[in-house]
Each structure stands twice: as structure tokens, then as C-alpha cells.
């Protein structure tokens, strides 16, 4: 019985600090152009999310528990350079920003108009800061306290929206809704935050009294699918409102502006302060989990020269500051990084489920380097016109469309490594 309730616990804790502002804002505008093609929307955005999620949790699991354990068989330096990489997203530079950004957009200017900006996140960031500053029971503070607010809020729109009759769907504004769905998964940064956010499972279990490595594989894993399956029920449902709402909503309108007329449609003057409940909520356990894993990290990166106090401290003042950037102007600068980041991520975690199966370990070097060769390199040719003629050359590698042009050189560097292994042993014999 204690088993099930500190799975529970957690798994509920863990849907919490999963979902923050991008899986907000992103599956109803998607609804919205994929339009009575919302099934296949939300097949594309599983397949970048909520299954990546799900591996993700595994494969750390099954590596160790932590980052470095998963990264490190790259190499020591990879691991450390990767995982600095990633705090800084999903940290101060991007993800903990726009918690703020959304915070302000859609819970605060619908109400209170003439609030400004800076205010607003300094109120929000500093109460974050109070939650944060002493980790210890942070998951039970965030399935207790917050949780179950996000969760009615959540439920209420998606149940109300199921009840509204539509006569006919609006046609898909999109050429091809799975492909686009696919990339737009990405932008949630679930996938990077996944693991990560193992850690801290795996920090709570110790508190709990899991000692063992083998009672922490299998609560890590019960725990991330009991978040996921719920993020997955809440995605569906968000992208059914925008699906549903197609019709009525005008064309031209930012992620923001789309939700909110929305939930609008079916609360009136109701709809703003649910939207604020939901939106506030939402980023707020997302903030709260994120700079704790973050702190947390640095402070362990360093041997403790980075105390856990300066490090939540440092980044709750540059989120606040990068926050009043505003929404877009994050999302705009944040999905070029992305591309950049997540196929070295993704190999990671596949070549972690099939670890046993790998003999030589320098395949890992091989698959990762060469996908991130590739995603720098095109990265640097998007950047520049002159290299537009690479740029083109790169985009017609296999797979390209879906974002995945780096699986050709993964392979090739996978096999590259594989024969230069062999060949040296056999010149060893």
C-alpha cells in the first residue's frame, strides 16, 4: 500500500513539473490548424513527447538514475558539457523564462491590464524562490499544494469542451498535420526534461526510504508513466478544444490569444480567470520543479563550490530578467537550439535501452558524434545565406522532413566506430 501511494505521489508530482507552459500553449493551437484532422495531430505530438518521455524516464533509469551516468559513456567531458547544455535550457535561459512570459500573458494582462510586466514576474519568481529555497519534500509540496488546483482546472476545460456539439469540424490548415505535429512536440521540451527530472524522482525515493537500485528502476519507471499517461490524456484534450474551436477562431492569432478565445467560446467572462487559474498554476510547479533541478545539479557539478542556496538564487534573477522578453521572442530563439540539441538526446536514450546489447561502448561516441556534427552543422548553414547551397544538400538526407536528416550520419558514425573497434582487435590477435 505504501508502494501505490508514493508511486501515485510522485507520478502526479512529476505530470506537474512536466507540465508547464509549452504544453499549454502549444497543443490547442495545433488543434486549431490541424483542424478535423486531429487525430493525426495528436499521433504526431505523441511521438515526440509523450513517448520520448516515457523512453527517456526508462532509459535513465536503466543507466543509473542520473545524467551522467546516461551521457557519460560518450565520454566524461560530453557528459558534463551535454548536461550543462540542458540545465541552461530548460533552466534560466529558455524553459523558466517563458513559465513567466505565459504566466503574465494569459493569467495576468486578461485581468489586470495595466499591471506591468516586470511586476508581475517579480511577485511570481519570488514566490518560487520561497518554495524552492529548501528542497527537501519538494515533490510531496508540489503533488499536495499545487497539483490538484492544475488538475481540476485542467479537467473542467477539456470536459466542458467534450460536451460542446460542433456540426462540422473546420478543414486542416496544415499540408501535412503529422509532420507538423512532430516538430512541434519538440518545442515542450519534455523530452529534455525527462531526464532530468529522473533525478529527482530519484532523490524523492530516497527520502521515501528506496534504498536499493532495483526498487528505484521500478518506481522511477511506474512514477513517469503514471505522469506521462495523464500529460497524454491532457494533450489529447487540448488539442480536441483547438480541433473543436477551429471555426471561430480568427486566423493570425499567436499561441497566447489562441487559447485564451478558446476557453473564452465556452466560460465567457468565466473563461479569463479559469484561463489564469490554469495558465499561473500550470508554470508554476513546472518552475518550481525545474530550478530545484537545476540548483540541485550545479551544486552537485561543483562539489558543493556552488552552494544549492546561490544557484536558485542566480537563476530565479536571469529567468525574471529573460521573462519580460515575452513569449514569442522566447519560442522564436528557442526552436533552432532545439533541433540542435534534441537528436543527440534521442540517440542517447536509444542507445541506453539497448545498452546490453552493445559490446563496444565507442559506438555511443560514433552515433552521438555524428548527429550532433550534423544538427551543428546545418544550424550554422540556416544562420548564414551563403551556405545555402549546403544547407539544401543537407536537407535532402533521408528523413530530413520529420527534422531527422542526422539519422544517416548516426548510422554512418555508429558503423564507422564499430569497424575501427574490430579492426584493431583483430590486428591485436
Keep these: 500500500m505504501k508502494k501505490l501511494k508514493d508511486v501515485m505521489v510522485i507520478g502526479v508530482a512529476l505530470f506537474a513539473m512536466f507540465f508547464g507552459a509549452g504544453n499549454l500553449i502549444f497543443p490547442p493551437q495545433l488543434g486549431v490548424l490541424s483542424g478535423d484532422s486531429w487525430l493525426q495531430a495528436i499521433m504526431g505530438f505523441f511521438t515526440t513527447d509523450v513517448s520520448l518521455s516515457i523512453l527517456a524516464i526508462i532509459a535513465i533509469a536503466k543507466s543509473g538514475g542520473t545524467f551522467n551516468s546516461f551521457a557519460s559513456k560518450v565520454g566524461t567531458k560530453f557528459s558534463i558539457i551535454m548536461g550543462i547544455i540542458i540545465m541552461l535550457i530548460i533552466g534560466p535561459l529558455l524553459a523558466l523564462p517563458r513559465t513567466g512570459a505565459v504566466s503574465y500573458e494569459m493569467g495576468i494582462v486578461p485581468i489586470f491590464p495595466g499591471m506591468p510586466q516586470y511586476i508581475f514576474t517579480l511577485i511570481y519568481f519570488g514566490i518560487s524562490l520561497l518554495f524552492v529555497i529548501n528542497p527537501k519534500g519538494i515533490i510531496d509540496k508540489i503533488a499536495v499544494y499545487l497539483t490538484p488546483v492544475l488538475l481540476i482546472a485542467l479537467v473542467s476545460i477539456i470536459v466542458k469542451n467534450m460536451l460542446m456539439p460542433v456540426e462540422t469540424m473546420a478543414e486542416a490548415q496544415l499540408t501535412n498535420v503529422y509532420t507538423y505535429a512532430f516538430l512541434e512536440g519538440y518545442q515542450t521540451l519534455d523530452g ?13 525515493l530516497k527520502e521515501k526510504g528506496y534504498t536499493d537500485t532495483s526498487s528505484q528502476i521500478k518506481m522511477t519507471i511506474k512514477s513517469g508513466l503514471i505522469a506521462l499517461s495523464i500529460i497524454g490524456f491532457v494533450y489529447g484534450g487540448l488539442i480536441y478544444l483547438g480541433a473543436n474551436g477551429a471555426a471561430n477562431i480568427p486566423e493570425g492569432m499567436n499561441r497566447t490569444e489562441t487559447f485564451m478565445a478558446l476557453v473564452d467560446r465556452m466560460f465567457g467572462q468565466y473563461g479569463v480567470w479559469m484561463v489564469a487559474v490554469t495558465v499561473i498554476f500550470a508554470c508554476f510547479t513546472t518552475t518550481v520543479g525545474l530550478t530545484t533541478t537545476v540548483a540541485e545539479y550545479f551544486n552537485e557539478l561543483t562539489n558543493n563550490k556552488l552552494s544549492y542556496r546561490f544557484n536558485v538564487i542566480t537563476i530565479t534573477l536571469i529567468s525574471f530578467l529573460l521573462a519580460n522578453l515575452g513569449v514569442e521572442q522566447i519560442v522564436y530563439f528557442s526552436g533552432p537550439i532545439l533541433n540542435m540539441i534534441y537528436p543527440a538526446i534521442l540517440v542517447l536514450i536509444i542507445l541506453n535501452l539497448f545498452d546490453k546489447y552493445i559490446r563496444f561502448k565507442g559506438v555511443y561516441s560514433g552515433v552521438v558524434g555524428g548527429t550532433l556534427a550534423f544538427s551543428i552543422l546545418i544550424f550554422i548553414c540556416q544562420s ?46
Design 192 to 204: 529534455l526534461g525527462a531526464v532530468i527530472f529522473a533525478g529527482i524522482i530519484l532523490v524523492s
Design 384 to 429: 548564414f545565406d551563403a551556405l545555402s547551397q549546403t544547407r539544401n544538400w543537407l536537407l535532402s538526407f533521408p528523413m530530413s522532413t520529420y527534422e531527422m536528416g542526422w539519422l544517416l550520419p548516426a548510422i554512418i558514425g555508429g558503423l564507422a566506430t564499430s569497424m575501427t573497434y574490430k579492426i584493431k582487435t583483430s590486428r591485436a590477435a
